[in-house]
């Protein structure tokens, strides 16, 4: 029992540890979405103005709560610049959602539950969209107000 938990500590303290001191980068997943695939959410979603910002949020997410500041200023941009935003959240919490929605300033028209099996890792996830449905930018997670800043550039760069 004493060598499992010792070959667990190494691997989670030691490791990680060792890994950076050698210049080594842990692997990551590839994101769920990548600029200029295309999305697999129904056409209605982005086909109602040049530019479509989808915001996967839960009104339940910490992140998305915390970034709920970062998401209204986005939002406001966004709709701005003659854009839309759409925010996705989950099925079984369609009220809890929309109401989130609303607190980022949008309409009720703005939510929509998003469809089971979609590729959603984490929340928050910004995914900018032509008219088409091609992915011009995408974000999973908003992170720090640097990361925040650049992402806001890179939408506003985008809407011009």
Sequence with gaps: MLAVVLLASLGVVVWPRLANALG????????????????????????RAPRTLILFARASCGACQTAQP??????STVLEHGAAVIVAGHRETVAEDAAFARSLGLG????????????????????????????????????PPDRQQAIARAVTAALK
């Design 24 to 47: 080594i980068e842990p692997s990551r997943p590839a994101p769920a979405y990548v600029a200029g695939d295309r999305v697999d959410v129904p056409a209605a979603w982005y086909q």
């Design 70 to 75: 970062f998401l209204r200023s986005l939002a």
């Design 108 to 143: 009720d028209d703005a939510f929509v539950p998003f469809p089971a099996g979609l590729r959603v890792r984490v929340t928050p996830t910004l995914v900018l969209v032509d008219r088409t449905g091609a992915i011009l930018h995408a974000w999973e997670a908003v992170g």
